[in-house]
């Protein structure tokens, strides 16, 4: 079992950065594949990033693609969402998730483990 804690969030203005840190307790956090997703109010939860176990293979949503990034540190347990030039629509609650397996994953059924997440504002 591994538990999730996500750090990072807050407000920031249009075109501002934000690093929002997931970090993983247990000693078998390369055992898991990652993934960022969000949920904004009367929206459903979507994908945002995906990160395989040993950070070889990658997924952004097209939304944010050339604007985040993900990556993770085996040795401290933890992934990574760099957010660069926010727009307010990308204003929502930001949640990590692990999976006990290998490749990416963009599903929320997927997804065995979920922090309690971080919440994100965006201001025009």
């Known amino acids: 079992q591994v538990q999730l804690v996500e750090s990072g969030g807050g407000l920031v203005q249009a075109g501002g950065s934000l690093r929002l840190s997931c970090a993983a307790s247990?000693?078998?956090?390369?055992?898991?594949?990652m993934g960022w997703f969000r949920q904004a109010p009367g929206k459903e939860r979507e994908s945002v990033a995906a990160?395989?176990?040993?950070?070889?293979?990658?997924y952004l949503a097209d939304s944010v693609k050339g604007r985040f990034i993900i990556s993770r540190d085996n040795a401290k347990n933890t992934v990574y969402l760099q957010m660069n030039s926010l727009k307010p629509e990308d204003t929502a609650v930001y949640y990590c998730?692990?999976?006990?397996?290998?490749?990416?994953?963009?599903?929320?059924?997927?997804?065995?483990?979920w922090g309690q997440g971080t919440q994100v504002t965006v201001s025009s």
């Open positions: 247990g000693r078998t956090f390369s055992s898991y594949a």
């Open positions: 998730a692990a999976r006990n397996s290998y490749y990416t994953y963009t599903y929320t059924d997927e997804y065995d483990y």
């Open positions: 990160i395989s176990r040993f950070g070889g293979n990658t």
